[in-house]
């Protein structure tokens, strides 16, 4: 029990260690790092089918897999890179082909495997066929479309991918800690080593965690700034003035937290309250991530999804919690944070043709001066 606590323990530094490095070398490295990581999810899964129904003798079964995977990423990389690197596409000529024509070309991909599915066919394996096909594309869209939601996540700025990201990280090892010493009464079938215990002391501590660790974040441009190409120097940049959610604000107490805590107001960053939000939902929903992985893994009579991390299993027994966290984040930012984005907007504008530019200012003049924001021109 202590040998498989230390070994866990030591390769999580090691791991955590390695993550902070990639922080430090910047944005471009932590997408390479999530699209790594969705490949080797992606492996990970498609190898347990492949050996659970015993996929050896199915036609072009693994070479399809990972041309859908290819496919999929296409399609979902090109969008991102139409809106992000407008002005950079419209300097490219070979690409602004590709962008324009973005989507048909993902469609006629996705027919070409399509079609290549169907020749594959054969009779007496058909109905596994269809299994694996199934496989392939509930894996996708496990994998592939979490993954490009925490890179969206990450465009609007390092901190909402760092304090979720943390925030589950955190929660898995404390819920581990105080079940591994405190631990007594069991809290789900599925997770016979999960306790309440655990759940409930690693609630409380990621809500701490995520709280003092915002704080520090939101004190430093490199983390709060929306993460923007600048086409010049052909780098990501993370500078900006804060908004207001990075902004210290005086808070009152409440009255009855006033007599425990001897204050009055309070100084704090807006985004702390956000992470409290992000703290519970890592704590008490995205252990659920876990507790449908560990049901998937006994569906298939499997321990880990692969052997990759000593102690810890595969990579995906590690991310996923992760991923249902990335589909939160996502939602949580374009129902509660985000709005209209001017600099996105104009990006846009300044790529179509000088008649459509036209064509806008005269809509937004007109629509001005009908609310009296601007005077209207005195023709002679």
Same mark, same amino acid.
């Given at each position: 029990?202590?040998?498989n606590w230390w070994?866990?323990? @030591?390769?999580?530094? *090691?791991?955590?260690?390695?993550?902070?490095?990639?922080?430090?070398l910047?944005?471009?490295?932590?997408?390479?790092?999530?699209?790594?990581?969705?490949?080797?999810?992606?492996?990970e899964?498609?190898?347990?089918g492949?050996?659970?129904?015993?996929s050896?003798?199915?036609p072009w079964f693994?070479?399809?897999?990972?041309?859908f995977?290819?496919?999929?990423?296409y399609f979902?990389?090109?969008?991102t890179?139409? =809106?992000?690197?407008? !002005?950079?596409?419209?300097?490219?000529?070979?690409?602004?082909?590709?962008i324009?024509?973005?989507r048909?070309?993902?469609?006629?991909?996705?027919?070409?495997?399509?079609?290549?599915?169907?020749?594959?066919?054969?009779?007496?394996?058909?109905?596994?066929?269809?299994?694996?096909?199934?496989? !392939? &594309?509930?894996t996708?869209?496990?994998?592939?479309?979490?993954?490009?939601?925490? @890179?969206?996540?990450?465009?609007e700025?390092?901190?909402?991918?760092?304090?979720p990201?943390?925030?589950?990280?955190?929660? =898995?090892?404390? *819920?581990?800690?105080?079940?591994?010493f405190?631990?007594?009464?069991?809290?789900?079938k599925?997770?016979?080593?999960?306790?309440w215990?655990?759940?409930?002391?690693?609630?409380?501590?990621?809500?701490?965690?995520?709280?003092?660790?915002?704080?520090?974040? *939101?004190? &430093?441009?490199?983390?709060?700034?929306?993460?923007?190409y600048?086409?010049?120097?052909?780098?990501?940049?993370?500078?900006?003035?804060?908004?207001?959610?990075? /902004?210290?604000?005086k808070y009152?107490?409440?009255p009855?937290?006033?007599?425990?805590?001897?204050?009055?107001?309070?100084?704090?960053?807006?985004f702390?309250?956000?992470?409290?939000?992000?703290?519970?939902?890592?704590?008490?929903?995205?252990?659920?991530?876990?507790?449908?992985?560990?049901?998937f893994?006994? *569906?298939?009579? @499997?321990? #880990?999804?692969? #052997?990759? @991390?000593?102690?810890?299993?595969g990579?995906?027994?590690?991310?996923?919690?992760?991923y249902?966290?990335?589909?939160f984040? &996502?939602?949580?930012?374009?129902s509660?944070?985000?709005?209209?984005?001017p600099?996105?907007?104009?990006?846009?504008?300044?790529?179509? /043709?000088p008649?459509?530019?036209?064509?806008?200012?005269?809509?937004?003049?007109?629509?001005?001066?009908?609310?009296?924001?601007l005077?209207?021109?005195?023709?002679r």
């Amino acid at each position: 029990r202590w040998k498989n606590w230390w070994i866990r323990g @030591i390769l999580t530094l *090691a791991m955590i260690s390695v993550f902070f490095l990639i922080i430090y070398l910047g944005s471009f490295m932590l997408m390479l790092l999530v699209l790594s990581i969705q490949v080797k999810c992606f492996h990970e899964i498609i190898t347990i089918g492949y050996r659970v129904y015993h996929s050896y003798d199915l036609p072009w079964f693994r070479s399809l897999s990972w041309y859908f995977l290819l496919c999929v990423n296409y399609f979902f990389y090109g969008e991102t890179v139409a =809106d992000y690197f407008a !002005t950079f596409v419209q300097r490219r000529e070979q690409l602004q082909f590709l962008i324009r024509y973005h989507r048909f070309i993902s469609f006629a991909l996705y027919l070409t495997g399509f079609c290549m599915f169907v020749l594959s066919l054969v009779k007496k394996h058909y109905r596994l066929q269809f299994y694996m096909f199934a496989w !392939t &594309h509930v894996t996708l869209l496990i994998t592939v479309t979490q993954s490009h939601l925490v @890179i969206q996540n990450l465009f609007e700025g390092m901190i909402w991918f760092l304090v979720p990201i943390s925030s589950v990280i955190c929660n =898995d090892i404390t *819920a581990y800690i105080f079940g591994f010493f405190f631990g007594r009464t069991p809290l789900i079938k599925l997770s016979p080593k999960k306790t309440w215990e655990g759940f409930i002391g690693g609630f409380f501590s990621t809500v701490v965690f995520g709280f003092i660790f915002s704080y520090f974040l *939101a004190q &430093h441009q490199y983390f709060v700034c929306p993460v923007e190409y600048n086409s010049e120097t052909n780098r990501f940049v993370t500078e900006c003035e804060p908004s207001e959610l990075f /902004q210290m604000k005086k808070y009152s107490v409440p009255p009855l937290l006033q007599a425990v805590l001897g204050w009055e107001t309070v100084n704090m960053y807006p985004f702390q309250m956000h992470s409290i939000a992000l703290s519970t939902f890592a704590s008490l929903i995205g252990p659920f991530g876990g507790f449908f992985a560990s049901g998937f893994k006994r *569906a298939f009579k @499997i321990k #880990d999804f692969a #052997d990759t @991390i000593p102690g810890h299993g595969g990579i995906m027994d590690r991310f996923d919690c992760q991923y249902l966290m990335a589909t939160f984040v &996502h939602v949580y930012i374009t129902s509660f944070i985000r709005g209209p984005n001017p600099s996105k907007l104009l990006k846009q504008l300044l790529i179509l /043709q000088p008649e459509q530019q036209l064509s806008v200012y005269k809509t937004l003049k007109s629509h001005l001066v009908e609310k009296g924001i601007l005077q209207p021109s005195l023709r002679r």
